[in-house]
């Protein structure tokens, strides 16, 4: 069964420094999709970015990058010069291809809080 | 382009009762997810509907129901509602052409006394 682990329940980062949350995955598949989204204290999931499993590059939007490490099964999030917006819980998920990908399988999430 | 909406966005119901959540997709999306997020099991996913068409389904008891209009706009429905149904309900949706992103609303807040 598929399964995704975030190891960290909570951590501090000061602004203006690079935060790495970890993720790991356990899946059969071999095409699967990994995201990371983040979730404010007002409850709405916010999408940062996507790693397919066929995708060679690191995906990058903006501040964020996952660094995925397929042979370890790992897809951590890294966010550059965190800010005090960046203050949230975020959640690794995965899905899977070949089939309907609206059933995304989230971790237990990690509360990142950044200090100015 | 408006973003997924939720109604409601805070519910109180009473232990037994039914309710029906809303959700409507970003315009053009024809696929609409359903999760439930609570403390203790985290973020579960429901339902997922395509085109009016239950194209998948979480492990949940048979009182969580949903459907899908034609204009893409999705309902999902708890029947003899329990404690432990308390939670956020989040709604996902996503275009047709790339299934890589879902799009969540605000969610609905359910709360079962």
């Known amino acids: 069964a598929q399964k995704i682990t975030q190891t960290q329940p909570g951590m501090f980062v000061q602004e203006k420094e690079a935060v790495t949350l970890d993720c790991t995955y356990d899946?059969?598949?071999?095409?699967?999709?990994l995201f990371w989204y983040k979730q404010p204290s007002s409850g709405e999931m916010i999408f940062l970015i996507y790693?397919?499993?066929?995708?060679?590059q690191n995906a990058t939007e903006g501040r964020y990058s996952l660094n995925f490490q397929k042979a370890r099964k790992s897809a951590n999030l890294v966010i550059s010069a965190s800010q005090l917006g960046d203050s949230a819980m975020y959640f690794c998920?995965?899905?899977?291809?070949?089939?309907?990908?609206?059933?995304?399988?989230f971790g237990k999430g990690t509360k990142l809080s950044v200090k100015p | 382009k408006a973003g997924v909406t939720q109604t409601p966005r805070y519910l109180i119901k009473t232990r037994g009762q039914q309710v029906t959540l809303s959700c409507s997709p970003i315009s053009g999306h024809r696929s609409v997810s359903w999760y439930q997020q609570t403390p203790g099991q985290g973020l579960q996913f429901l339902f997922e509907?395509?085109?009016?068409?239950?194209?998948n389904k979480g492990n949940f008891p048979g009182r969580f129901s949903g459907r899908q209009f034609s204009n893409s706009r999705s309902e999902m429905n708890v029947s003899t509602l329990e404690l432990g149904d308390s939670a956020l309900y989040l709604c996902?949706?996503?275009?047709?052409?790339?299934?890589?992103?879902?799009?969540f609303g605000p969610g609905t807040r359910l709360t079962v006394t």
């Open positions: 899946t059969s598949d071999q095409s699967y999709g």
């Open positions: 790693q397919g499993s066929y995708d060679e």
């Open positions: 996902a949706s996503s275009p047709e052409t790339d299934l890589n992103e879902q799009y």
């Open positions: 509907y395509f085109s009016e068409t239950q194209r």
């Open positions: 998920a995965m899905s899977q291809y070949g089939g309907s990908q609206g059933n995304l399988i």
